[in-house]
């Protein structure tokens, strides 16, 4: 398999826009041939520049949780403890430079248990040109390009901010060990919005190299801690499409995502021919009253191993749902009741096979079902506090960095949490 190189990165940008470059004929350009004078007066310039400092912004937030827990720890050392062991710090840059065209960046610091340390880690959360090539009356077409936020479901483009999401820990269907292989691509993305009497469209196309750098997501693929080489992406594919009736009253949406990734090893390493394809989809359903809201998605993952000495080129299919209520008691004050289901192999959803294959291995980290009561307190238009309640049988999405032995963990357990937010 080939990598792509930046270079290649960049030659596929420059496609993109080329491709979104609108096309004349030779009637357009004869028609357009006036005298320079004519064109000075039909063209003002002042429609299209802008002073920058009026389109330049600056937004940031800050999150810190803390989590008590029995039978297994979660971020960090929780088990009949208390870690403060999730800390998430962004700030994003946005320029409105033309009416179409327009940068943003953000950059992010997070720390998240054991699998990022006690330093945490700094990342480039997302960084893209947006170039709006077509606007008609109901709706635009436009590409993006640079490093961009996969629209996943209904919470994984903006996965970070505590603010939008629905309860601190998101629902399983957003796997956090595969956090950083779906949250963004480096690349570019076609989108185009078209609005109706009967609701609004969006669809979007991403097409580029995942992000497979996170160790939590090797030692998940591997099950060997000390594996020394490193995952990479092939190119991969994400489409979405969102359909919103009234405003947000009524989303539905559907994506599908297809991730191609490989191992760099040794010439010794055991792991060095292997060869990871994901297919993923998720549909998704939410209603938001004045007081009352519900949500449901449903997510499909078939995971291809090939050449690899441990899954011995299996194809498991994984089942990720949930459903969630939402209920308004104040203005500033939501609760919120969620039931969670997860399977890694829906042909062993019990994990009786996988307990079989190896003794070391107890079934319930085959599977995770959780329900979740939380409630959510908007102190200003600023700060929020959240405070939440686990009831959790199985294990297989716990992190292994936080439960290294894996013969302990326990199959009944809770979880209490809390979680303090800022944003600007």
Not at 203 to 221: M, R, Y
Not at 267 to 274: F, G, N, R, S, V
Request: glycine residues 6%; aromatic residues 14%.
């Amino acid at each position: 398999m080939n990598k792509f190189s930046p270079v290649s990165l960049l030659g596929l940008s420059c496609c993109l826009l080329l491709l979104a470059t609108p096309v004349f004929s030779e009637d357009d350009i004869a028609s357009s041939s006036i005298e320079d004078s004519e064109i000075s007066e039909a063209f003002n310039w002042a429609n299209y520049k802008k002073p920058w400092m009026d389109d330049f912004q600056i937004h940031g937030f800050f999150s810190q949780g803390l989590f008590s827990s029995s039978g297994n720890n979660v971020y960090g050392k929780s088990k009949d403890s208390v870690s403060a062991g999730l800390t998430e710090v962004g700030l994003n840059l946005s320029y409105q430079a033309l009416n179409n065209l327009s940068f943003a960046i953000q950059g992010l610091y997070r720390r998240a248990g054991e699998s990022t340390g006690s330093e945490g880690d700094f990342s480039l959360d997302y960084a893209f040109m947006d170039y709006t090539f077509f606007i008609h009356q109901q709706g635009r077409f436009g590409v993006r390009t640079g490093r961009i936020r996969n629209p996943w479901g209904l919470y994984n483009e903006t996965r970070d901010v505590a603010a939008t999401h629905p309860t601190i820990f998101l629902p399983l269907a957003y796997f956090e060990r595969s956090r950083s292989l779906f949250i963004s691509m480096d690349g570019g993305q076609f989108y185009s919005d078209y609005n109706t009497d009967y609701g609004d469209f969006t669809f979007t196309f991403n097409i580029g190299l995942s992000n497979p750098a996170d160790k939590e997501l090797l030692l998940a693929v591997t099950n060997n801690p000390n594996v020394q080489g490193d995952l990479y992406s092939e190119l991969s594919y994400l489409a979405n499409i969102n359909y919103d009736i009234n405003n947000g009253k009524y989303i539905l949406a559907f994506s599908y995502v297809n991730l191609n990734l490989a191992y760099e090893g040794t010439a010794t390493d055991p792991y060095k021919e292997l060869e990871i394809k994901i297919n993923s989809f998720i549909a998704s359903a939410q209603y938001n009253g004045e007081k009352f809201s519900l949500t449901a998605e449903y997510a499909l993952q078939w995971n291809d191993f090939n050449n690899d000495p441990i899954h011995q080129d299996s194809s498991p299919i994984g089942e990720h749902w949930y459903v969630q209520t939402g209920y308004r008691i104040l203005d500033n004050v939501q609760l919120t009741l969620r039931y969670d289901s997860s399977v890694v192999d829906i042909s062993d959803r019990k994990g009786k096979s996988l307990a079989a294959s190896n003794p070391f291995l107890p079934a319930h980290i085959g599977y995770t079902q959780d329900i979740v009561f939380g409630t959510r307190w908007d102190i200003t238009p600023n700060w929020m506090l959240r405070a939440e309640y686990h009831r959790v049988q199985g294990a297989s999405t716990l992190s292994s960095f936080d439960n290294p032995d894996i013969t302990s963990i326990a199959k009944n357990w809770n979880i209490y949490a809390l979680q303090v937010a800022y944003q600007f």
